[in-house]
């Protein structure tokens, strides 16, 4: 099946830790988008990429990076310098009529 | 700068009622709109969109949504509602322009709880 996967589902890590996120597709998309959602915040874009080796920071990119080496697969690291890094993070890839975004389903990232 | 404002954030309503969920949008471009849905713990779903042409839209699970230019709103309706449509629903516009980026714009979400 075409899509997105996302893993882990449920990711914990302690204080001062990195941590990386997987996201993968395999819809032959060129680009990938990752967002961070609070409760009652909606969707705010942390980083994108519109081709492979290639990504621009979005509205909240600070304590996150991520890399691009394949079509297929863009992960977000989060560092320790991200203050408040609990949230739920959706990973989308864009294509197809109107250039859609589609969504994996989510990695819930806590901070113990 | 784009914007979305969803105008109410919880909307309960009775099963088999109808329902309208508000949504406006703020642009100095031409924009696609997207109607997306979320059920607890998972990700966003495509319910419809609008691209150019009838401004009337149909997606799925019988949701449809009305493109108003003048009053730059995208309002997602459903003339009777089930319980399976509990849920948190994203309004949401991207830039149509040369320059497209293809970002999404989302706004704050509105949350559908239907009650028996």
């Known amino acids: 099946d075409g899509g997105i996967t996302q893993s882990p589902k449920y990711l914990f890590r302690k204080e001062g830790q990195n941590v990386t996120l997987s996201c993968e597709q395999n819809l032959n998309h060129d680009a990938m988008y990752w967002y961070r959602q609070d409760p009652g915040q909606g969707l705010r874009l942390i980083y994108y990429?519109?081709?492979?080796?290639?990504?621009q920071k979005g509205d909240i990119a600070e304590g996150y990076s991520v890399s691009r080496e394949k079509k297929e697969s863009f992960p977000l690291t989060v560092t320790s310098a991200q203050k408040n890094p609990t949230a739920f993070y959706l990973c989308?890839?864009?294509?197809?009529?109107?250039?859609?975004?589609?969504f994996g389903p989510g990695t819930r990232l806590t901070v113990l | 700068a784009q914007s979305v404002t969803q105008l109410d954030s919880q909307v309960p309503v009775f099963e088999e009622a109808p329902v309208e969920l508000r949504c406006n949008y703020s642009?100095?471009?031409?924009?696609?709109l997207f109607w997306y849905v979320q059920y607890p713990n998972q990700g966003l779903q495509l319910l419809l969109k609008?691209?150019?042409?009838?401004?009337l839209v149909k997606g799925i699970n019988g949701f449809e949504a009305e493109f108003n230019k003048s009053q730059t709103s995208f309002h997602l309706r459903k003339p009777s509602v089930h319980i399976s449509d509990t849920a948190e629903y994203f309004c949401?516009?991207?830039?149509?322009?040369?320059?497209?980026?293809?970002?999404?714009?989302f706004g704050q979400g509105t949350t559908l709880q239907v009650k028996p």
């Open positions: 609008y691209l150019s042409g009838s401004t």
């Open positions: 990429s519109q081709i492979v080796n290639d990504f």
């Open positions: 989308a890839s864009r294509g197809g009529v109107a250039d859609t975004q589609y």
């Open positions: 642009s100095s471009v031409s924009v696609y």
């Open positions: 949401a516009v991207s830039d149509r322009g040369s320059s497209n980026t293809g970002k999404l714009i």
